[in-house]
């Protein structure tokens, strides 16, 4: 209940509340007047330096945005400067959100407000007004609709802007910025130098929450590369001054994230009391899409300790909070997953239903792991019933999609797939290949699990062989990789083919 007496029922955003539009406060779908509302205060913010409603709490903002009572900008000196700015944040604002101007104009601002430079700046003084602001909120508008190079073009005029003028405040937030262009190309060089450059002037200003995300989106770009003990030092380190400054949800998504790099290392229980922290403290804060995406990761989870029952009714609950926001991506993954799920338990026509659906939503969203992940699933489910062209060449499709999109470890993936349609086939030597090229990559990237299967397939490999001594050792190093890893249904999997084959071996 909010301080007037007045009732908010929220379904749970998939935006920061502070900077949510009217419209999305009533539970519509995101969009591009959204955006544009979001745009005026991330003018406000660049050329102010504070949040929107940053002495209120979220209730009270929610009650002040609904009501339209908005900071006014007509008499505050920061914009006297600029009144096109002052009018084009108002405009942003307008409750009707027919009444809110098109991007086009936006852009049409600002290139009037580019050649703009404060007449003066005082020490000590609030930051001066200047056409960065504008730039900068352009260039995320650009960014969130997938506009990479428009976005990377108004990042870099911010830049220069900043430059010119020596502002020091918005110029980490423009590199910042343009890391996350290249990040989003999957340019991971190119990003990982912005977001040290940014950090290192956050550093040098004394902006610990800037400094903080700088780290953080650097901790991503070294997950990304799977060089996961640089991930793991950036997400504690990012965690921990989130946690000093008070930041609840940057403190979550750096635990989150952090969970991601122990899943990836296998070191499941781990990840999951750090998912269940996250997942926690985005239920407390309200962020139902990021609550969803740790509902999934805790699936994953169970996924792999092979709980199946609570793995579904992971993934379940997230894909039905992805399908209520709107979010597409989350709910193709969710729907993959819990494919997975059925896959595992020989549902396969559920499972080739699922995997489908996923596949195509990948497709119309633009998202290739998606799609490719999909596909080499669709691999898994035809060399379970035996179809082995269908899932050579689901096999082949992926491995070209990931091979491009530099995904080792989806590469990896498909290649071992391709190795049990050979060996199905009895062409071993191929199989061989197959299974050593997936295990050298597994080996770099640190995944024991997946290099506990490999020996697990190379292990029946030569069992169909009749090579029973070097079987017996595949197996038996599968199974200590097994047994660390808390996997003692797969340990049981390897003491029963152990067992087979002491016959032949004594």
Known sequence: MAPSGDFITMTGPAWTVRWAAPELLRGDSPGLASDIWALGWICWEAVTGNFPFEKENNITAIVRITKGDLPPVENDDQFHQ????????????KLDTSERPAAAKCGQIVSYLNPIVPSSRDVGSVSVTRSSGLLYALGRVQLENDMYSEAQEYFEQCLKVTESVGDERVKPMAVNAIGDVYRMRDEYSKAEESYIQARDIFSQIGHQLGFAQSVKRLGDVYQMRNENSKAEESYIQARDIYSQIGDQRGFAQSVDSLGDVYRMRDEYSKAEELYIQARDIFA????????????????DVYRMWNEYSKAEESYIQARDIFSQIGDQLGFAQSVKSLGEVYRMRNEYSKAEELYIQARDIFAQIGDQLGFAQSVDSLGDVY???????KAEESYIQACDIFSQIGDQLGFAQSLVGMGRVYAAREEYARAEESYSEAERIYHRIGNMRSSANILWYRGWLHRRQKQYGEAKHLV????????????EQDVEKCDEFLEAIRPFIE
Do not use: H, P
């Open 82 to 93: 600029i009144k096109a700015l002052c009018s084009l944040m108002k405009e942003c604002w």
């Open 383 to 389: 060399r379970m019933r035996n179809e082995y062209s």
């Open 476 to 487: 038996v190093e599968a199974s200590t990789i097994y047994g660390t890893l808390g996997l």
């Open 284 to 299: 407390q804060i309200g962020d139902q899409l990021a609550f969803a995406q740790s509902v999934d990761s805790l699936g």
